[in-house]
């Protein structure tokens, strides 16, 4: 899908009755040769003395009515040689034509919208500026909904009033306008832009949303992220999500409205290893408009999950017990074992006796721990395999805690969350440190606390005013040597309840409502709330919970004295409530033990931005972490190992390299001058995520592996001037004293060349980097500059002349070459050829300025431009960059050889584009 929105050609021509005496104008431009036109041996000739020189800028004055009307090359055709001297009379003359008439211009006030002509697809400006004979005038447009460039626009026409009529407009688009006003092609002036105007809504989308990520964390689970439509021609009121499972006789359509303002979602309780084919399409008033799609299929329940029997670990008064929740016993379990015993029931378990009653219990399944806290105010960790051995208890760890209640463990990271009164810590399972992670905003005591590591939040509970389920990010809990800056929690859901469970595998949250006496469920964010248990129970009992686990589409709690199940009758398709017949009076902090409420992180994306350096034998490669789920915090896991692919093209002979800890690789022994593929993935103990985007590049050959990169840095008040070599190595760098920030770069075994923005050309020596000088052709406007290696000659462009010219590397014996403004140049030396860049064009020429070949331009006011160019000398190709609304294109031509023939219809090939140059 392009999103991309372009304006063609100019129409719009305004003519003033106004105009400028041009004797005047010739009068003036031919004295300002006599007194400004440098008869010195700058621009040495053999062919035009000083009178020569004088003649021709005089002969250009009188001819800049041609260049009004085409360009002062045009108007300028004598001799190469003399053409320079010409042509300045000719930019001298249109420079006073042009202050002429902008001296009548009092001011340029922006365009204004007419009151009551604004439709979906027109509007009426009106501009009380000047207007003026010879001036040419276009409606210039900027759509401010995606930051796009001016461009020119073309649909509209002038009344005589001063109202300019717009149409072909988009609806529901809000646009800027501006009018540009051009003298000459070089000089041009514009108005102040006008207010944002949004076009009226009209018509259902005109295109579809675009899916930015579509992945399946888990075997029933698929979430999915879009953006809203480039042209929603009026406001989104919701989005439909069609989820179809393909080829699949007994599984049905899924539909989901969403929202407007939701831009992702997570669809649940689906199949595993189910190929699914997914639409999202938006909803104004006026209709539905086109969708997008996307194919995923959901992984292999086999491989994600491990078949264990369940168990609910809870606290019966001073007792940690261990219950199987396949056969619950309904009688008074016998006298429990103390600290130093074991006892081992039918279906239950005693794990840990203290010595007073259990306030929390956090499970840690893969290190087998428990971490306790219990009302004599302390916190110990028990190691519950064979808690006879002393090895196994750790008795009061974390003593810096004055009332430890809630603890939920961190079984990726091996850390402990505890609640302490108005705060939450993170502690560190194997040490007693601890720091705060909340405690400002809350204003009563969390009775409930869930870490999700996976997605990167801490969950917890608040009542009285502020009653509702809290998150914080914990991607935002910022470190400060042995301390930790709080970060701020979000609101998830407003409801007053003390205890809930959060599903990893099907990415919900669980609690009860007790004004409604119902258990409800939502995603992570508290979006998509549901009544699970509406007119599904019979008798519901679902007040004053303290806690709860949810398995196997059934839930399991306590109000603190009292222990529940439900129980699911299929023939009734309802739910019954039953007590268990435990004979104690306290009961708290209910963990599932089971493997998968613990999953390990799995990578459903892959490593973004891959890129690499080559050396003739070695390579450099370095990518970021993959790409985050819509639903993950800034804290979510992202510690994978990786495992890249190194392959090369021309025999397919592939190396693996795998368990890297870092995101960036160096691998030697590469053969020389060889094209290679390159690609990596993120990888966990469960396997490995997708492959990254290949990256495709060359060894450099043996005789390049001493070549070099010099490139500036303005940093502060000074440049930095590095020279590397193509490893990115730093092998020099030098702070340059200067406040002119440097433009272009040109070097020779010896020295550096580079122009600044003051318009001056600098040198110093590229051995030390050490102080600079300037070069003797001082008070120039230089834009751009480069070297010739063979002939031993600069080249650099004057802008405000308009000329390219060519000396000795000490600035002296100074040349003309050619005429032409370029922005950026590069020297064929062996070809003795010259190629520029101007802002529309690519030329080239002999070195002495002959030879002139176009081999690229574009239209003036396009709203593209040349940037810059390359030669490409292996390939014999050279290789240009040209910025436009909102892409970027390469292109590249054959290079000029010495006794080719000019080919004006020479082709040139269409590389690629791209939308930003990091690409």
Same mark, same amino acid.
């Given at each position: 899908m392009s999103n991309i929105f372009v304006f063609s050609a100019p129409i719009l021509i305004l003519w003033m009755l106004q105009c400028v005496h041009g004797q005047s104008i010739e009068s003036v431009c031919k004295e300002s040769c006599e007194t400004s036109l440098t008869l010195t041996s700058r621009d040495r000739s053999l062919f035009c003395n000083d009178e020569c020189k004088l003649d021709q800028c005089r002969f250009g004055c009188e001819r800049y009515n041609v260049g009004l009307e085409s360009s002062c090359q045009q108007a300028c055709s004598e001799s190469l040689v003399e053409r320079q001297y010409c042509m300045k009379g000719c930019n001298t003359a249109l420079g006073i034509y042009t202050r002429n008439i902008e001296a009548t211009w009092s001011s340029l006030p922006a365009p204004e919208l007419k009151h009551g002509s604004k439709t979906h697809s027109s509007l009426v400006l009106h501009w009380a500026g000047p207007t003026h004979n010879n001036v040419t005038y276009y409606i210039q447009s900027r759509i401010t909904d995606f930051n796009s460039d001016w461009e020119i626009y073309n649909q509209s026409s002038l009344d005589p009033g001063g109202d300019v009529n717009i149409t072909g407009l988009r609806p529901y688009v809000t646009y800027k306008f501006k009018i540009l006003l051009v003298i000459t092609p070089a000089h041009m002036n514009a108005t102040p832009e006008s207010e944002e105007i949004t076009t009226s809504p009209f018509g259902a989308p005109s295109s579809p949303p675009y899916i930015l990520d579509v992945s399946a964390p888990t075997p029933s689970v698929i979430t999915i992220s879009w953006k809203a439509p480039t042209f929603t021609n009026g406001p989104i009121l919701s989005y439909r999500l069609n989820l179809d499972p393909v080829n699949h006789p007994n599984l049905h359509q899924v539909n989901r409205e969403v929202p407007g303002n939701v831009t992702s979602w997570t669809l649940q309780q689906l199949q595993s290893s189910q190929l699914y084919y997914i639409t999202v399409s938006a909803w104004n008033s006026d209709g539905e408009g086109p969708a997008d799609s996307a194919n995923i299929t959901t992984p292999n329940a086999g491989n994600l999950t491990e078949d264990r029997m369940p168990y609910l670990i809870l606290g019966e008064e001073n007792v940690v017990l261990k219950q199987n929740m396949e056969e619950w016993l309904f009688s008074k379990p016998h006298e429990l074992h103390e600290e130093s015993g074991s006892l081992f029931l039918s279906g239950t378990q005693a794990l840990f006796n203290a010595s007073g009653d259990i306030q929390g219990i956090g499970v840690h399944i893969a290190r087998e721990v428990l971490v306790v806290s219990v009302h004599s105010d302390t916190?110990?960790? #028990?190691?519950?395999?064979?808690?006879?051995?002393?090895?196994?208890?750790?008795?009061?760890?974390y003593p810096t805690l004055t009332n430890p209640t809630a603890?939920?463990?961190?079984?990726?990271?091996?850390?402990?969350?505890?609640?302490?009164?108005l705060r939450i810590y993170q502690c560190e399972i194997d040490a007693n440190s601890c720091n705060t992670v909340a405690s400002g905003p809350l204003t009563t005591t969390a009775t409930d606390l869930e870490i999700d590591p996976l997605n990167g939040f801490l969950y917890f509970t608040q009542s009285g005013d502020n009653a509702g389920l809290y998150r914080i990010d914990t991607g935002y809990i910022r470190?400060?040597?042995?301390?930790?800056?709080?970060?701020?929690?979000?609101?998830?859901?407003?409801?007053? /309840?003390?205890?809930?469970?959060?599903?990893?595998?099907?990415?919900?949250?669980?609690?009860?409502?007790?004004?409604?006496?119902?258990?409800?469920?939502?995603?992570?964010?508290?979006?998509?709330?549901?009544? /699970?248990?509406?007119?599904?129970?019979?008798?519901?009992?679902?007040?004053?919970?303290?806690?709860?686990?949810?398995?196997?589409?059934?839930?399991?709690?306590?109000?603190?004295?009292? #222990?529940?199940?439900?129980?699911?009758?299929?023939?009734?398709?309802?739910?019954?409530?039953?007590?268990?017949?435990?004979?104690?009076?306290?009961?708290?902090?209910?963990?599932?033990?089971?493997?998968?409420?613990?999953?390990?992180?799995?990578?459903?994306?892959?490593?973004?931005? /891959?890129?690499?350096?080559?050396?003739?034998?070695?390579?450099?490669?370095?990518?970021?972490?993959?790409?985050?789920?819509?639903?993950?915090?800034?804290?979510?896991?992202?510690?994978?190992?990786?495992?890249?692919?190194?392959?090369?093209?021309?025999?397919?002979?592939?190396t693996i390299l795998s368990g890297i800890d870092e995101r960036s690789l160096e691998q030697v022994d590469m053969v020389p001058n060889k094209e290679y593929t390159i690609k990596a993935r993120a990888c966990c103990k469960l396997g490995c995520g997708p492959w990254s985007s290949e990256f495709v590049g060359r060894t450099l050959p043996t005789a390049a592996s001493d070549a070099t990169l010099l490139f500036s840095w303005w940093l502060g008040r000074s440049n930095r001037l590095f020279?590397?070599?193509?490893?990115?190595?730093?092998?020099?760098?030098?702070?340059?004293?200067?406040?002119?920030?440097?433009?272009?770069?040109?070097?020779?075994?010896?020295?550096?060349?580079?122009?600044?923005?003051?318009?001056?050309?600098?040198?110093?020596?590229?051995?030390t980097l050490g102080s600079f000088s300037q070069v003797a052709f001082t008070g120039e406007s230089v834009s751009a500059i480069t070297y010739d290696w063979l002939g031993q000659k600069l080249y650099w462009s004057i802008s405000n002349l308009g000329v390219i010219r060519r000396s000795s590397v000490d600035g002296g014996s100074v040349e003309f070459v050619t005429q032409g403004t370029a922005h950026h140049m590069a020297v064929d030396s062996v070809a003795g050829r010259l190629y520029w860049s101007t802002t529309n064009t690519l030329e080239s020429a002999a070195l002495n300025g002959e030879d002139h070949h176009l081999h690229f331009s574009i239209p003036f006011f396009s709203g593209k431009h040349v940037i810059s160019l390359t030669l490409n000398l292996d390939m014999g190709m050279v290789l240009w960059y040209v910025r436009g609304y909102r892409k970027q294109e390469l292109y590249m031509t054959n290079l000029v050889q010495n006794g080719d023939d000019h080919d004006p219809a020479q082709p040139y090939t269409f590389i690629g584009s791209f939308t930003s140059i990091s690409e």
């Open positions: 916190v110990k960790q #028990v190691h519950y395999i064979d808690i006879n051995e002393p090895e196994n208890l750790r008795r009061d760890i603890i939920s463990v961190d079984w990726l990271s091996d850390l402990v969350y505890i609640v302490d009164d470190k400060l040597g042995h301390f930790s800056v709080p970060a701020k929690p979000k609101l998830v859901i407003f409801c007053h /309840l003390r205890a809930f469970f959060i599903d990893h595998g099907n990415m919900q949250l669980y609690f009860p409502n007790d004004s409604q006496n119902t258990m409800l469920t939502s995603f992570l964010d508290g979006s998509g709330l549901l009544d /699970l248990r509406k007119g599904k129970v019979v008798r519901p009992i679902y007040r004053n919970i303290t806690s709860m686990v949810f398995y196997n589409g059934t839930f399991w709690w306590t109000n603190g004295t009292t #222990v529940m199940k439900e129980d699911y009758d299929v023939n009734s398709d309802m739910f019954y409530l039953n007590p268990l017949l435990f004979f104690t009076h306290h009961y708290t902090s209910f963990n599932l033990y089971l493997p998968t409420t613990q999953p390990p992180p799995v990578p459903h994306s892959p490593p973004q931005n /891959l890129q690499a350096l080559f050396t003739s034998t070695k390579v450099k490669v370095k990518w970021s972490k993959p790409q985050k789920l819509s639903y993950q915090g800034k804290g979510a896991w992202a510690r994978w190992q990786y495992e890249v692919s190194i392959m090369m093209v021309e025999t397919h002979e592939e020279e590397v070599n193509m490893y990115g190595e730093k092998i020099k760098m030098a702070a340059i004293d200067s406040t002119a920030k440097f433009k272009d770069f040109a070097w020779s075994n010896k020295d550096v060349y580079w122009t600044a923005n003051d318009g001056g050309v600098y040198t110093c020596d590229r051995a």
